[in-house]
T-cell receptor
C-alpha cells in the first residue's frame, strides 16, 4: 500500500497563476483533508470531505477550491495564486473522523 | 485566538529520561485529542489519542494524560530515545465535527 500520496512534491508559481494539487489514497478511507502549515503555526484545515462527492470548508478556505469526484482522490485548486499561499500543503485521509494518515506534503512557493 | 496552545517551542532531554510535552486548550467543547509526530520533510504520523471520558491512555512508551478541569493534556515518553527527536503536535476536536485544531508544535531533541 502506498498510503497517501501527493503530487507534485514541489512547485513554484508566479502570482496569478493557477494550479491543482492532487492527493490520492489507497486505503478506501471515507474522510479526506487538506491542511497548510506555515512557520510558527500548526496545521490549519483548508477543506475536507466526508465522502465521495462531498466537500466542506475548514478554517482557512479562502482562495482555494476542492473536488472529490472519486473516493480515492481529493484535489486542491488555487485559481489565482498569491504570495500568502506560499506554504507546505498536507493531505490526509482517515477511516473515522479521528486518526488521520498524512501524505508527505507539497512545498509551494508563490513569487 | 489560538484554541490549542503548545507553549514550549522546544525541549531537550537526555536519552533514557522522561520527555513531557504539554498542550493547553481553551474550548470546553473539545472532547477528542490526538498527538502526532513529525520528522523533517515528512507528513505527521499519528501517535496516540484520548477521549474526554478518560484521563489516561497508554501505548508502549507513550502515555497521554488529560486534565479536563485544567483544559490540559500532556504526552509522556519513557524512556526517551534519539529516534524520538521530532516535532510533536497536539490536536483537538469536538463531538460531531471533523475539524481538528492543531497546536503550533514542540520540537523535541533527545540527546544521546
Amino acid at each position: 500500500n502506498a498510503g497517501v500520496t501527493q503530487t507534485p512534491k514541489f512547485r513554484v508559481l508566479k502570482t496569478g497563476q493557477s494550479m491543482t494539487l492532487l492527493c490520492a489514497q489507497d486505503m478506501n478511507h471515507e474522510y479526506m483533508y487538506w491542511y497548510r502549515q506555515d512557520p510558527g503555526m500548526g496545521l490549519r484545515l483548508i477543506h475536507y470531505s466526508v465522502g465521495e462527492g462531498t466537500t466542506a470548508k475548514g478554517e482557512v478556505p479562502d482562495g482555494y477550491n476542492v473536488s472529490r469526484l472519486k473516493k480515492q482522490n481529493f484535489l486542491l485548486g488555487l485559481e489565482s495564486a498569491a504570495p500568502s499561499q506560499t506554504s507546505v500543503y498536507f493531505c490526509a485521509s482517515s477511516e473515522t473522523p479521528w486518526e488521520q494518515y498524512f501524505g508527505p506534503g507539497t512545498r509551494l512557493t508563490v513569487t | 485566538d489560538q484554541q490549542v496552545k503548545q507553549n514550549s517551542p522546544s525541549l531537550s532531554v537526555q536519552e533514557g529520561r522522561i520527555s513531557i510535552l504539554n498542550c493547553d486548550y481553551t474550548n470546553s467543547m473539545f472532547d477528542y485529542f490526538l498527538w502526532y509526530k513529525k520528522y523533517p520533510a515528512e507528513g505527521p504520523t499519528f501517535l496516540i489519542s484520548i477521549s474526554s471520558i478518560k484521563d489516561k491512555n497508554e501505548d508502549g512508551r507513550f502515555t497521554v494524560f488529560l486534565n479536563k478541569s485544567a483544559k490540559h493534556l500532556s504526552l509522556h515518553i519513557v524512556p526517551s530515545q534519539p529516534g524520538d527527536s521530532a516535532v510533536y503536535f497536539c490536536a483537538a476536536s469536538g463531538t460531531g465535527t471533523y475539524k481538528y485544531i492543531f497546536g503550533t508544535g514542540t520540537r523535541l531533541k533527545v540527546l544521546a
